[in-house]
């Protein structure tokens, strides 16, 4: 059921995400605001993180999963009337509720490691990852003809993707209401007694996590990696849409580059996964920072008519982030207690989400006032620091 709920998200999340920033540049006449579509979507699943979690928490990964779907449907009934009505504030903030998506995706992937056993949870969550491989690059193919659908159903201009993102979460909403059962976080806690109830109840806040964090180490490296290799991924792609635009890429085009990136960023999750459990969760870390940085070089150098290399970069650029995403999850996951998962995975999501947020502003703020090479050198420079401050780790962090 998590594998059908993905795959259904991933649609309407790639669908709408491929084209809100072109959309915010239509209506708005600036490409530095057309960034804070980007931002806005990062926001909104940082600011369902730690309310998902926490329900997640109280009643189980079923009503957390059901709060961030049901918020991401209801923000696209926002954004679909924004467009209509010509708003882009108002469609701004559909996209935050819109983001709520990317929550739930994010949040599925820890109720896989609820019930794993030792040495197997980047498997595990790895293969949640690829369930979303065939919406997600799907989803953005689909934009063009979810366009001309709704221009015959006589949808406003533009609105056809974002109207097929609603029915993808309405979808994955009754799949996962109706199909997650039993719930395997509430399964993995009947399996542990022992779980003090005060500890059970206090899932999902900020002090529980922030405790957590600080009594491991491990863990903190982990959320630190995650939140850069996000960071990373969302400054680039929420970017090249407009940078292949200034080249008269088409639809289809930007389409097909956005494809082979999400397509990078879930296609090989379970490799990554089994290398995370065969050859260390660092060392992983490590190749996806230079997988990053590989991509901010090769399409931060490419111009707006070279699609053939900004595709080849954005390709590494998902490979990196899926690195960084799976083993840092399970070190994450594997160094906390059960009781703290929740609350430790919501600030992780939260934290990575915020700074992919802020990322994106930030993006189109240089592209709008410098270049898109400028920031593929900027995105470099950060992937190098983190790599080598994950590569020069203490000894004791070696075994993590």
């Given at each position: 059921?998590?594998?059908?709920?993905?795959?259904?998200?991933?649609?309407?999340?790639?669908?709408?995400?491929?084209?809100s920033?072109?959309?915010?540049?239509?209506?708005?006449?600036?490409?530095?605001?057309?960034?804070?579509?980007?931002?806005?979507?990062?926001?909104?699943?940082?600011?369902?993180?730690?309310?998902?979690?926490?329900?997640?928490?109280?009643?189980?990964?079923?009503?957390?999963?059901?709060?961030?779907?049901?918020?991401?449907?209801?923000?696209?009934?926002?954004?679909?009337?924004?467009i209509?009505?010509?708003?882009?504030?108002?469609?701004?903030?559909?996209?935050?509720?819109?983001?709520?998506?990317?929550?739930?995706?994010?949040?599925?992937?820890?109720?896989?490691?609820?019930?794993?056993?030792?040495?197997?949870?980047?498997?595990?969550?790895?293969?949640?990852?690829?369930?979303?491989?065939?919406?997600?690059?799907?989803?953005?193919?689909?934009?063009?003809?979810?366009?001309?659908?709704?221009?015959?159903l006589?949808?406003?201009?533009?609105?056809?993707?974002?109207?097929?993102?609603?029915?993808?979460?309405?979808?994955?909403?009754?799949?996962?209401?109706a199909?997650?059962?039993?719930?395997?976080?509430?399964?993995?806690?009947?399996?542990?007694?022992?779980?003090?109830?005060?500890?059970?109840?206090?899932?999902?806040?900020?002090?529980?996590?922030?405790?957590?964090?600080?009594?491991?180490p491990?863990?903190?490296?982990?959320?630190?990696?995650?939140a850069?290799?996000?960071?990373?991924?969302?400054?680039?792609?929420?970017?090249?849409?407009?940078?292949?635009?200034?080249?008269?890429?088409?639809?289809?085009?930007?389409?097909?580059?956005?494809?082979?990136?999400?397509?990078?960023?879930?296609?090989?999750?379970?490799?990554?996964?089994?290398?995370?459990?065969?050859?260390?969760?660092?060392?992983?870390?490590?190749?996806?920072?230079?997988?990053?940085?590989?991509?901010?070089?090769?399409?931060?150098?490419?111009?707006?008519?070279?699609v053939?290399?900004?595709?080849?970069?954005?390709?590494?650029?998902?490979?990196?982030?899926?690195?960084?995403?799976?083993?840092g999850?399970?070190?994450?996951?594997?160094?906390?207690?059960?009781?703290?998962?929740?609350a430790?995975?919501?600030?992780?999501?939260?934290?990575?989400?915020?700074?992919?947020?802020?990322?994106?502003?930030?993006?189109?703020?240089?592209?709008?006032?410098?270049?898109?090479?400028?920031?593929?050198?900027?995105?470099?420079?950060?992937?190098?620091?983190?790599?080598a401050?994950?590569?020069?780790?203490?000894?004791?962090?070696?075994?993590?």
């Amino acid at each position: 059921m998590l594998s059908t709920a993905q795959i259904v998200s991933g649609i309407g999340t790639a669908v709408g995400f491929s084209l809100s920033s072109l959309v915010v540049a239509q209506l708005s006449g600036s490409v530095t605001i057309s960034g804070l579509a980007g931002t806005a979507t990062v926001l909104g699943a940082a600011l369902l993180a730690l309310p998902t979690a926490r329900t997640s928490g109280k009643g189980g990964r079923r009503a957390g999963l059901a709060l961030a779907y049901g918020c991401a449907l209801l923000g696209c009934v926002i954004t679909v009337a924004a467009i209509t009505v010509r708003s882009w504030p108002l469609l701004l903030g559909g996209l935050v509720l819109f983001g709520s998506a990317s929550a739930g995706s994010l949040a599925s992937r820890y109720s896989a490691t609820d019930l794993s056993p030792p040495g197997h949870t980047a498997r595990h969550l790895s293969w949640v990852v690829w369930a979303a491989t065939i919406g997600s690059v799907a989803g953005p193919n689909l934009a063009e003809p979810a366009e001309r659908l709704g221009r015959t159903l006589g949808l406003a201009p533009d609105t056809g993707p974002f109207a097929l993102s609603l029915v993808a979460f309405a979808v994955a909403l009754v799949v996962i209401l109706a199909g997650l059962r039993p719930d395997p976080l509430l399964v993995a806690r009947s399996l542990r007694p022992e779980t003090p109830t005060e500890d059970r109840g206090g899932n999902g806040t900020l002090r529980t996590a922030w405790q957590a964090l600080r009594q491991e180490p491990t863990a903190t490296r982990a959320l630190a990696a995650i939140a850069v290799s996000h960071t990373a991924m969302v400054s680039i792609m929420s970017m090249t849409p407009v940078h292949l635009g200034h080249g008269g890429a088409s639809y289809s085009v930007i389409g097909i580059v956005l494809s082979l990136h999400i397509a990078g960023m879930y296609i090989l999750s379970p490799v990554v996964g089994w290398l995370a459990d065969r050859i260390g969760r660092v060392r992983v870390l490590v190749l996806g920072m230079a997988l990053l940085l590989a991509a901010a070089v090769l399409a931060g150098g490419a111009g707006p008519h070279d699609v053939a290399r900004v595709t080849t970069g954005l390709t590494l650029l998902g490979l990196g982030w899926s690195c960084g995403l799976i083993s840092g999850s399970a070190m994450l996951s594997e160094a906390v207690r059960l009781e703290h998962r929740p609350a430790v995975q919501g600030m992780s999501d939260l934290l990575m989400n915020v700074c992919g947020a802020v990322g994106a502003v930030l993006a189109g703020v240089v592209v709008g006032t410098l270049s898109y090479g400028v920031l593929g050198a900027i995105v470099a420079v950060m992937v190098t620091v983190t790599g080598a401050w994950l590569a020069l780790r203490p000894a004791h962090l070696a075994s993590a």
